[in-house]
C-alpha cells in the first residue's frame, strides 16, 4: 500500500503578505498621473458547472485591487469534487483499503490571479494574465475488509495531499461614472480556465 506524501503548503497569510507586496511594488513604478486608467477596488464571483458525480457548488468568491494597468485578485473557491455519497477516512486510521488509481479534490481552495489592463476607451479595458489556484486532492480506495465498511466499497482519503494549478482568465472592465467625486463604478466579466465565468463589482477613481 502507498503511503500518502503531504505536500508542504504555503500558509494563506504568507499569500496575502506576498501579494501586497508585489502590488505595493508595481503601484510605486506606475507614477504616470497623465495616465487615464483607474484604479479599482472590487468583489467577484464565479461559477464552474461540476460534473454530475460531484458535490459542492462550484461558487467562487474573491476581492481585488487594480492600479491602473495592473492588478490582483485574491479568491476562493468552493470546488469540491467528489462522488456523491462518498465517505472520507484517514486511509490506515481503522480503515485499510487498495488504491484505485483514482483521485478526487476533496477540499475547498484558494488562488491568485494576476491581471495586466490595457485601455481600449475611457471607460472599456480589456484585461488577461496568468493564476495560480491551490487544492486539496485525495486518493480513492477501494475497502477492504472492515468493521466500518464492507470489502469493496469505495472511500476518499481524509488528509489528501495540496495541489498546485496554473492557468488563466481574460475579460473586460467597464466603468460606469457616477458624477460623484470622479468615483466611478467598476463592473467586470470575464472568464477563468479554473473558476469558469466570472463577474464583479467595485469602485474606481
Request: include cysteine.
Amino acid at each position: 500500500m502507498k503511503n500518502l506524501s503531504v505536500v508542504q503548503f504555503p500558509c494563506p497569510l504568507k499569500v496575502i503578505l506576498l501579494t501586497t507586496l508585489l502590488l505595493s511594488a508595481t503601484s510605486a513604478f506606475a507614477q504616470d498621473e497623465g495616465n487615464t486608467q483607474f484604479r479599482s477596488m472590487y468583489y467577484t464571483f464565479g461559477y464552474k458547472k461540476m460534473p454530475s458525480k460531484a458535490q459542492g457548488s462550484g461558487i467562487t468568491y474573491g476581492a481585488g485591487l487594480k492600479y491602473k494597468w495592473f492588478g490582483m485578485e485574491l479568491y476562493g473557491a468552493d470546488m469540491r469534487d467528489m462522488p456523491k455519497g462518498m465517505e472520507r477516512y484517514i486511509n490506515g486510521v481503522g480503515v485499510k483499503g487498495t488504491e484505485t488509481g483514482e483521485s478526487v479534490i476533496s477540499d475547498k481552495g484558494f488562488g491568485i490571479d494576476y491581471n495586466l489592463y490595457y485601455p481600449i476607451f475611457r471607460h472599456l479595458e480589456i484585461y488577461a494574465g496568468p493564476s495560480t489556484s491551490f487544492e486539496k486532492k485525495a486518493k480513492i480506495y477501494s475497502s477492504n475488509d472492515n468493521p466500518y465498511l464492507p470489502a469493496g466499497e469505495r472511500y476518499a482519503d481524509g488528509i489528501g495531499t495540496w495541489k498546485t494549478r496554473f492557468g488563466g482568465q481574460a475579460g473586460v472592465m467597464f466603468y460606469i461614472p457616477t458624477g460623484w467625486h470622479n468615483m466611478n463604478i467598476s463592473v467586470n466579466a470575464g472568464y477563468s480556465t479554473y473558476r469558469g465565468i466570472t463577474g464583479g463589482l467595485g469602485i474606481a477613481f
